[in-house]
């Protein structure tokens, strides 16, 4: 991994599943990436001092509180930065719905702002974590993401004289993390309570977070400049899931009644199936072996740019990448993949179940 070795690498949202994650693997001292320098900024005071106490003996590591609505706190912590992940976001959907104005604080204009502090300072990359959200957005908090991948892409063209190099990583649902159905489906099924699943037909791209995390810091090392890259993941049903964590979890439980799965219905704004690229995308994709790489829709923009990628599969995508349309994993496979990953040892503080705008008002009422 050249593009990182002894390179200063600057991670927002550190402190964020998939930003602890990227600052656990590149202060691997067993990894491949070997950084002369990690600094991770949060607005979580608290969670930042957990992550700074943890990290005190790597005198490779530095944590600031900063956040990314106020640029010119960016512009001097990215001072020396040579790579850029930003993952700090506003995530959850519902909360979203909430708080637009907040979302286009956080997720449009805090893109900018490390767009402007990365050109300031001549960044070498910037690599954006973006989501399946993006395609065909159907909430605030996805527009949002898809905002900030126009965004990301137009930063290659808008700036001629900077020769940052701006990507963007698409990908699905992180297993076990906080959010997911699987910490809300486990907490469920060890208190003996029903299984709540929206739709028995809902099918759901899935990683887990060391596997995303391993793809992001790949691509950005293939990464021209204005691409999205559409990580390809395993498919599973959601119904599979909750038969499969059933099924491991419940002969554990002594004294528990055997947990059944009750059918609730779809939530305002929730999709039966994942999209990571859009039937539109697929006219301007190549494939690569672990990656589609979806490239900037006005070509012409970007003509001083070369998409030449090693590993090259294909230029010829014939539909759109949806979780519905892809090989699903069988129960036992899911199990298998549970198991052998550790997904379900994890606890996490979580509610019994999802919460959706209008539940609590109802309930009130």
């Known amino acids: 991994m050249k593009k990182f070795e002894n390179k200063t690498i600057l991670v927002t949202g550190s402190c964020g599943t998939v930003g602890k994650q990227i600052i656990s693997q590149l202060l691997n001292i067993n990894g491949p990436y070997k950084p002369k320098e990690v600094v991770g900024i949060d607005n979580n005071e608290s969670e930042l001092f957990f992550q700074d106490q943890k990290y005190l003996a790597d005198p490779r590591s530095h944590f600031y509180v900063a956040d990314i609505k106020d640029e010119n706190e960016l512009i001097k912590k990215f001072s020396g930065v040579d790579i850029v992940f930003h993952t700090a976001a506003m995530k959850h959907v519902v909360l979203s719905e909430r708080s637009p104005d907040q979302v286009i604080q956080n997720n449009i204009v805090g893109v900018q ?58 990908f699905g649902n992180v297993l076990g993390s906080r959010g997911s159905v699987v910490p809300i489906f486990k907490k469920q099924i060890q208190e003996g309570k029903d299984i709540t699943l929206t739709h028995k037909d809902m099918t759901r791209f899935v990683m887990t977070v060391e596997e995303a995390v391993s793809l992001v810091l790949e691509s950005a090392e293939i990464a021209k400049g204005g691409e999205v890259f559409v990580t390809k993941m395993p498919v599973l049903s959601i119904l599979d899931l909750a038969k499969a964590m059933i099924e491991i979890l419940s002969p554990t439980l002594e004294g528990k009644n055997r947990t ?95 919460y959706w705008p209008g539940d609590k008002e109802s309930n009130r009422g």
């Open 113 to 170: 702002n490390v767009i402007n502090a990365a050109i300031r300072n001549e960044v070498e990359r910037v690599i954006f974590t973006s989501s399946d959200k993006a395609v065909n957005p159907t909430n605030v908090m996805g527009t949002s993401k898809l905002m900030g991948e126009r965004l990301v892409t137009a930063a290659n063209s808008t700036q001629r004289k900077s020769k940052t190099i701006f990507t963007s990583t698409r």
């Open 260 to 354: 059944n799965i009750k059918i609730i219905g779809l939530k305002p704004g929730e999709k039966l199936y994942e999209e990571l690229m859009s039937s539109e995308e697929t006219r301007r994709t190549v494939e690569l072996d672990k990656y589609f790489s979806v490239l900037p829709a006005f070509k012409g923009i970007y003509n001083d740019i070369e998409y030449m990628y090693e590993n090259f599969i294909s230029g010829q995508i014939e539909r759109p990448y949806i979780s519905e349309e892809e090989p699903r994993m069988s129960v036992e496979e899911i199990k298998e993949y549970l198991v052998s990953r550790k997904i379900l040892e994890e606890n996490l503080e979580i509610p019994d179940q999802r």
